[in-house]
């Protein structure tokens, strides 16, 4: 079984620019949940998808951030445009349930310079 | 304010020897606890899970402790292997069941030979 995907590993832009992150949960997975990892600090949750429905989206930090999930499958977030304060390890996880079989991704490491 | 506290950033053991790493929580509406064992370049790995309704569960030479009153748990890891050396979460779950974890810092775990 294929396991969670994030796309890129690593991104290097510029303030003021735009990313997108991709991430491809587990097969048949309608849970799918946004993280992200600051400085060596704690992981932060930033929204959790069922299928293509925002559930919560209560840790996305403001509006520069958008998440979509296309047709309850991948998911990508944008980040536009993009802050020094962006920087850091965002990671994807999808569950069958909504506490139990969590999946991480490998996380993409954003560097805003 | 930060709900899940891992106080200690690191904590280096010899080969053999116990590991415990402790992890604290403020709000006592969570129900459901975690620990995460993540490797540098990946994301982070499901270890072990307690409910609140138990103080203890093991797997094989993990064990994790619960003290409801107190609001403290701990993952201890007995015997510890190099092969543990990695960066362990501690993270809870609301009652409210929807999937969204709240994470410590973070503890690095160093294994000596």
């Known amino acids: 079984e294929a396991g969670v995907t994030q796309f890129p590993s690593h991104s290097v832009i510029e303030k003021g620019q735009t990313v997108t992150l991709r991430c491809d949960p587990i097969s048949g997975h309608d849970n799918l949940y946004w993280y992200r990892r600051v400085m060596g600090k704690e992981i932060k949750f930033l929204l959790h998808f069922v299928k293509e429905s925002k559930q919560d989206e209560s840790g996305m930090p403001n509006n520069r951030f958008l998440a979509e999930r296309t047709g309850g499958t991948y998911s990508t977030l944008k980040v536009q445009p993009a802050e020094l304060e962006d920087s850091g390890v965002y990671f994807c996880?999808?569950?069958?349930?909504?506490?139990?079989?969590?999946?991480f991704g490998s996380g993409t490491r954003l560097t805003v310079v | 304010d930060q709900q899940v506290k891992q106080n200690s950033p690191s904590l280096s053991v010899q080969e053999g020897r116990i590991s415990i790493l402790n992890c604290d929580y403020t709000n006592s509406m969570f129900d459901y606890f975690l620990w995460y064992k993540k490797y540098p370049a990946e994301g982070p790995t499901f270890l072990i899970s307690i409910s609140s309704i138990k103080d203890k569960n093991e797997d094989g030479r993990f064990t994790v402790f619960l003290n409801k009153s107190a609001k403290h748990l701990s993952l201890h890891i007995v015997p510890s292997q190099p092969g543990d050396s990695a960066v362990y979460f501690c993270?809870?779950?609301?009652?409210?069941?929807?999937?969204?974890?709240?994470f410590g810092q973070g503890t690095t775990l160093q294994v000596k030979p």
């Open positions: 996880a999808s569950s069958p349930g909504s506490l139990y079989g969590y999946t």
């Open positions: 993270a809870a779950s609301g009652s409210s069941n929807t999937g969204k974890l709240i």
